[in-house]
């Protein structure tokens, strides 16, 4: 993440990377853009059986509550996320979240390098 975060920060300045926006929990988000109102977090584990899907849609739910404009949750997953996601309670989750605040949350599998 810290090889991440420089590259970010030296495209687009440090006001993107892991920004305290949500309240008074002191939580940080690895991204925040808020010009486009998207909080994106990087988050490997997101195609085990325990991910943190439900602590990064509340961690989002709390830096809307702080004031901070977000209609976008970008999470990135290895490879597998993406599907791991499809049904049951991560559906139940992602649904009820847009529902009850207008939240996409939107889960992509990380890109794998490709050999050039």
């Not at 991440?4 to 925040?32: A, H, M, P, S, W």
């Not at 404009?69 to 309670?89: C, P, Q």
Request: hydrophobic share 40%; proline share 1%; net charge neutral.
């Amino acid at each position: 993440m810290h090889a991440l975060n420089q590259k970010v920060i030296e495209r687009f300045g440090e006001n993107y990377v892991e920004q305290y926006i949500c309240g008074e929990t002191r939580q940080n988000v690895d991204f925040y853009i808020s010009e486009e109102k998207t909080i994106i977090e990087v988050e490997l584990s997101l195609y085990n059986i325990h991910p943190n899907l439900e602590r990064d849609i509340f961690k989002t739910l709390l830096a809307i509550d702080a004031g901070h404009k977000v209609k976008t949750l970008v999470l990135i997953g290895k490879e597998g996320a993406v599907d791991r996601h499809k049904g049951g309670a991560s559906r139940a989750f992602i649904n009820w979240v847009f529902k009850h605040h207008r939240l996409e949350v939107v889960i992509s599998d990380i890109c794998k390098r490709r050999n050039s």
